[in-house]
Structure formats: structure tokens, C-alpha cells
């Protein structure tokens, strides 16, 4: 009985860490969009936080530490959405859908966005700071991979699948990514249904073979 009433605060106390270590990020977040990466205090970080100074620097060591982990979190998001490959198997239609999916999970996660707005932001002040979250040339590459995949099955007929996976990431970003980093609520999930439907037809009206 002893043992069981120590794992229940165990577990009690690190859900609470977690709970005070979310609250820290949305905070330093917050204060990252609104002051800058050189005008961000720890001071109004733990004032937002609600948690004391004491709280916050013994997650985070520093402001420096707090950037990174908050970079870090978004490059961790990023690559997860990554993972995906093309099946032959599938309707072509529904593969190019999922594709637009490992985007559209994304740019519907207000955490995520919040979190974009805010690397963008000090890679606009300081390129040497954020430089490593540039994953767009990854995901182009992904995408170039899925679609050379479906080339090779005869599902899709494209010349240049490097350009084909840049075009299909920017009619998705071009409506459901770039007018949200200037002041548009982030897309809901049924505007990115129609965002990624209206991609995928206008794609495969393009490149989409009779097998498809």
C-alpha cells in the first residue's frame, strides 16, 4: 500500500511539472511574438506563466534554454508530420489527400502556428538564431519522393517532381499558411478539407494519368 501511495504522488507531482512546463512555453511563446527574442524578460515570462521565477528556471536555465526548447518542440511537430510515403495500392486521389494532410495537421494546430509566428518572427530579426528550423526544403524533398513513387507506379505523369512537389505544397500554403502569419484566425479543419480537396483536384487534373 505504501509503494502504490508513493507511485500516485510520483506520477501526481510530474503531471504537474508537465502541466507548469506547458504553461511556461505558452507564456515564453507569447512573449517571443510580443516583445522579440532580445526584448523577452523571464520576469513577465513567469508573470504570464502565473508560476514563480524560481518555477521557470528550474525548468529552463535560461532564455536562451526556453527559445531552444520551444524551437525544438515545433522541429519535433515538423518531423512527425513528415512521415509519410506513398502506397500504390490506394486511390491516387486518397494518397495525394493524406500528402496534404501531413501539412494540413499542421497549420490547423494553434499551438503549432503560434509557434511559427514566432521563429518566423526572429528569423526576420536574427537569421543565425532560428536558421536551423528551415525545414521547407525536407518536406519538398518528402513530397518529391511520394510523387516520384507514384510516377513510378504510373498513378501520376510528371517531368519534374521536385517543381510538382513545390507547387503542391504552395497551393496549400498559399492559402492556408501564409495569410494566417498576417493576422487571419488559423484555418479550421473543415477550411483545410476544402483547402487540400480543391489541391488535390487541381493537381491531378494536371499530372493525374488514366490509371489514376
Same mark, same amino acid.
Given at each position: 500500500?505504501?509503494?502504490h501511495?508513493?507511485?500516485?504522488r510520483?506520477?501526481?507531482?510530474?503531471?504537474?511539472?508537465?502541466?507548469?512546463?506547458?504553461?511556461?512555453?505558452?507564456?515564453?511563446i507569447? /512573449?517571443f511574438?510580443?516583445?522579440?527574442?532580445?526584448?523577452?524578460? $523571464?520576469? &513577465?515570462?513567469? =508573470?504570464r506563466?502565473?508560476?514563480s +521565477?524560481?518555477?521557470?528556471?528550474?525548468?529552463?536555465?535560461?532564455?536562451?534554454?526556453?527559445?531552444?526548447?520551444?524551437?525544438?518542440?515545433?522541429?519535433g511537430?515538423?518531423?512527425?508530420?513528415?512521415?509519410v510515403?506513398?502506397?500504390p495500392?490506394?486511390p491516387?486521389?486518397d494518397?495525394?489527400?493524406?500528402l496534404?494532410?501531413?501539412?494540413?495537421?499542421?497549420?490547423?494546430?494553434?499551438?503549432a502556428?503560434?509557434m511559427?509566428?514566432?521563429?518566423?518572427? /526572429?528569423i526576420?530579426r536574427d537569421?543565425?538564431?532560428?536558421?536551423? $528550423?528551415? &525545414?521547407?526544403? =525536407?518536406?519538398?524533398l518528402i513530397? +518529391?519522393?511520394f510523387?516520384?513513387?507514384?510516377?513510378?507506379?504510373?498513378?501520376l505523369?510528371?517531368?519534374?517532381t521536385l517543381t510538382?512537389?513545390?507547387?503542391?505544397?504552395?497551393?496549400?500554403?498559399a492559402?492556408?499558411?501564409?495569410?494566417?502569419?498576417?493576422?487571419e484566425?488559423?484555418?479550421?479543419?473543415?477550411?483545410m478539407?476544402?483547402i487540400?480537396?480543391?489541391?488535390?483536384?487541381?493537381?491531378?487534373?494536371?499530372y493525374?494519368?488514366e490509371?489514376?
Amino acid at each position: 500500500m505504501k509503494n502504490h501511495a508513493l507511485e500516485r504522488r510520483a506520477h501526481s507531482g510530474m503531471a504537474l511539472a508537465e502541466q507548469k512546463n506547458k504553461q511556461i512555453i505558452e507564456a515564453a511563446i507569447a /512573449e517571443f511574438q510580443e516583445r522579440g527574442f532580445a526584448g523577452a524578460s $523571464m520576469d &513577465r515570462i513567469s =508573470e504570464r506563466a502565473q508560476v514563480s +521565477k524560481r518555477t521557470v528556471y528550474n525548468h529552463f536555465e535560461s532564455k536562451e534554454a526556453l527559445f531552444k526548447a520551444i524551437t525544438e518542440c515545433l522541429a519535433g511537430r515538423v518531423q512527425s508530420s513528415l512521415q509519410v510515403s506513398f502506397n500504390p495500392n490506394a486511390p491516387i486521389r486518397d494518397e495525394l489527400v493524406r500528402l496534404g494532410w501531413s501539412q494540413g495537421k499542421l497549420l490547423t494546430d494553434p499551438c503549432a502556428m503560434s509557434m511559427v509566428k514566432m521563429v518566423l518572427g /526572429e528569423i526576420l530579426r536574427d537569421p543565425d538564431l532560428a536558421s536551423h $528550423m528551415n &525545414r521547407r526544403m =525536407e518536406m519538398v524533398l518528402i513530397m +518529391k519522393t511520394f510523387l516520384d513513387a507514384a510516377v513510378k507506379s504510373g498513378h501520376l505523369a510528371i517531368t519534374d517532381t521536385l517543381t510538382a512537389a513545390e507547387q503542391f505544397l504552395g497551393l496549400i500554403k498559399a492559402r492556408g499558411f501564409y495569410p494566417k502569419m498576417f493576422g487571419e484566425d488559423v484555418a479550421t479543419h473543415e477550411e483545410m478539407k476544402r483547402i487540400i480537396n480543391e489541391t488535390v483536384d487541381m493537381f491531378l487534373s494536371r499530372y493525374g494519368t488514366e490509371k489514376a
